[in-house]
């Protein structure tokens, strides 16, 4: 295949008949969507369009040898953006696809749900633009024939006008066989973007400019900046505005002073910012230096048990000192196994032993705390606390399963606004691979479920650690011990109206694995009972439709999720009457719906009982029931429907239409031929 621009607006190649070619794509198209694709998120153009962006040097000649000159668009339908992680390929992908595609190109992000890379997962549609992040250390590894398989894709993409562009981690990209293919062009990104500009750049996009300006003029902060991956300075730019919030805090408290002048305040904001963004890993060397068994004021390392106090002091930061003791002993048992009094001197009793060490105010205040006179700690180093903790797991690997175990016993609730949750979400939001993923999950998945819960619906809105995260929930999702954490997650996630779509959409995606996966009837029922609790959102109300759809177009992935979906809206109601009846898309064929639900063992009490509400709610209108009765009538005829009928109907014994006649007897008589009526009898309590 020729690299010629393939749409060039002033050049027009033909090969053949064109409508020859047109029929051609158009049957590749129905093949593809028979298979089991890719699920993608469409973004936004104008969305991707505004948010900050920032190209260095070395970015605008990558970019130019993805962008044809001429045309202005992607130079190969299929692109490949090798870098390291986290210097932000993602952006620079989503952000060429958005500047360089025609107006009417769909702009799609795609989830790489999958063991491995493999080209007959890709959707394929004209005029759109596909975006895949392979960052996944186990199921993203990129091969040779991979590639091949891409270049023959790369023509579909062709004749559909549309575009792929891959993005994969360095570490991926081992094969030396991997390189440009007819129609792939593959560059390597070898530089984030300037960290500082990132930072600006954020900053003003939120309406901080006046951050902007002071930052210019704070040397040590901006120092601190150089050398940072474009992920790291977005984070940057996050912890410039918690310390900015902190200063009006701080600032408001003191207000009375507010008249000295601006002069101390900016002083106060430089400081805050600084020291957020200052690196402290120098002094925690000399706190985390040799073993120390006894405290001494000219030695800075601290002793095992201080060490433990510190951390304690990181995640709680100010509180009532017997809860900062508590929270200290107890990461010290969970890290020494469990002996009450460690270090207890031979011959010393413990109350004795514990005596002879220093006091608890002191300890405080040699780690840089202190207590006020109404005995609460005051640490109010919000950017330091983070910094011991990231020190900690970065150099004590052996600490990394007690440390985890330890923060979710000190949580105090699921609030994300629980220092402990905190604490882990950053800790996941920073070390979210695949094998943290794991850790965690093993961890605390069954002990602190609703703990577990909070912090991955936490990183699942995180741009960065996102995916992977919800690669973990997609894994987690086909486990009977997860799935509890998995449906209370895509649950609260869908119960956000102000949840992004891509979101909203994995988690509908992770509800159908877990439906899908999972045999437990328990499991099963928690689905069932996450579907009908979120009927009160409309656009829940508009996937779940979806899931129906699936169904009854026969996707596996979709019978059960679509058979509990369609229960679910079973309930809904539109001015008194069954949505289902009166407003259900014509793509749903109800009387289908309601005849495979009760010709199958696991749902035929389910449906009983909702169409039994159906039946009860509209039996005083004479015209609606009936029309309801006709409408449900062809769907209770037919194999394996006879039994189910029958429990159907004597389940509306007790049930009269205004005419005062028995709903039971009613659907009897015109389901029943007359001459089996005395062999089949309509009973009370049929077994």
Not at 378 to 402: I, S, T
Not at 411 to 439: I, N
Not at 560 to 573: H, Q, V, W, Y
Request: proline share 5%; with cysteine; glycine share 6%.
């Amino acid at each position: 295949m020729s690299d010629v621009p393939f749409d060039r607006p002033d050049t027009t190649n033909v090969y053949g008949n064109p409508e020859v070619v047109a029929h051609h794509i158009e049957q590749v198209i129905l093949e593809t969507r028979k298979r089991d694709l890719l699920e993608g998120v469409e973004q936004s153009r104008k969305q991707l369009l505004d948010q900050p962006f920032v190209r260095n040097p070395h970015w605008d000649q990558v970019w130019e040898q993805l962008v044809d000159p001429v045309t202005g668009r992607p130079h190969r339908p299929v692109l490949v953006i090798v870098a390291p992680r986290s210097y932000g390929s993602t952006t620079l992908a989503l952000r060429l696809l958005a500047e360089h595609t025609a107006d009417d190109t769909t702009v799609v992000q795609l989830d790489a749900d999958w063991d491995t890379p493999r080209q007959g997962r890709l959707p394929l549609e004209k005029a759109h633009a596909y975006q895949l992040d392979l960052k996944h250390p186990d199921n993203d590894q990129v091969s040779a024939d991979f590639l091949n398989a891409l270049s023959k894709h790369a023509s579909h993409l062709r004749d559909c006008r549309s575009y792929l562009v891959l993005t994969v981690a360095q570490d991926l990209w081992k094969d030396h066989r991997l390189s440009d293919r007819d129609g792939i062009r593959v560059v390597h990104l070898h530089e984030p973007p300037d960290a500082q500009r990132v930072v600006e750049a954020h900053l003003a996009a939120n309406g901080y400019d006046r951050l902007v300006t002071s930052l210019h003029s704070f040397p040590k902060a901006t120092a601190s900046l150089r050398g940072l991956t474009a992920v790291a300075a977005v984070r940057a730019a996050r912890t410039v505005v918690m310390a900015w919030e902190e200063h009006l805090r701080a600032s408001s408290e003191h207000s009375f002073t507010q008249a000295e002048g601006e002069t101390e305040a900016d002083t106060g904001l430089e400081g805050r910012v600084t020291a957020a963004l200052t690196d402290w890993r120098v002094e925690l060397d000399r706190r985390f230096g040799e073993m120390n068994g006894l405290h001494t004021h000219d030695n800075p390392s601290l002793t095992v048990d201080d060490r433990c106090l510190l951390l304690a002091l990181a995640v709680r930061q100010s509180a009532p000192l017997p809860v900062i003791a508590r929270s200290a002993a107890a990461l010290l048992k969970a890290v020494e196994g469990a002996p009450d009094t460690p270090g207890t001197a031979t011959g010393f009793s413990p109350p004795l032993n514990a005596l002879a060490g220093r006091g608890m105010r002191r300890r405080i205040q040699d780690v840089g705390g202190r207590v006020d006179t109404q005995d609460t700690v005051v640490f109010d180093r919000p950017a330091y606390g983070r910094a011991v903790l990231e020190y900690v797991w970065d150099n004590y690997d052996v600490m990394r399963e007690p440390l985890l175990t330890w923060l979710v016993a000190t949580a105090q609730s699921t609030d994300p606004d629980d220092h402990a949750v905190t604490a882990l979400a950053e800790l996941t939001v920073r070390h979210g691979s695949a094998d943290y993923l794991t850790t965690l999950g093993s961890l605390v998945g069954s002990s602190s479920p609703k703990v577990l819960g909070a912090v991955m619906e936490s990183a699942v809105r995180n741009e960065h650690v996102g995916r992977l995260v919800w690669e973990a929930l997609y894994g987690w999702a086909e486990k009977e011990s997860y799935a509890p954490i998995v449906i209370a997650l895509c649950r609260r996630v869908l119960e956000d109206s102000s949840v992004a779509t891509s979101l909203a959409k994995r988690a509908m995606v992770r509800l159908r694995r877990v439906a899908h996966k999972n045999t437990d009837a328990a499991v099963v029922g928690q689905v069932q009972a996450a579907f009908d609790a979120l009927l009160r959102h409309p656009a829940v109300v508009q996937r779940l439709a979806g899931e129906v759809r699936g169904w009854q177009q026969g996707k596996v992935s979709s019978a059960r999720s679509g058979a509990l979906a369609f229960l679910a809206l079973m309930t809904l109601r539109q001015d008194g009457t069954p949505w289902l009846v009166g407003s259900a898309p014509p793509d749903i064929d109800v009387q289908r719906g309601v005849h495979d639900l009760l010709s199958s063992s696991e749902t035929a009490a389910e449906v009983i009982s909702r169409l039994t509400d159906w039946i009860r709610a509209c039996a005083d209108d004479p015209g609606a029931y009936t029309q309801l009765r006709d409408q449900l009538l062809p769907a209770l005829r037919g194999q394996n429907m006879f039994e189910a009928g029958l429990r159907f109907m004597n389940g509306l014994r007790g049930i009269y239409t205004s005419g005062t006649v028995s709903v039971a007897d009613d659907f009897y008589s015109h389901l029943v031929d007359s001459r089996l009526r005395p062999v089949f009898p309509l009973e009370e309590d049929l077994a």
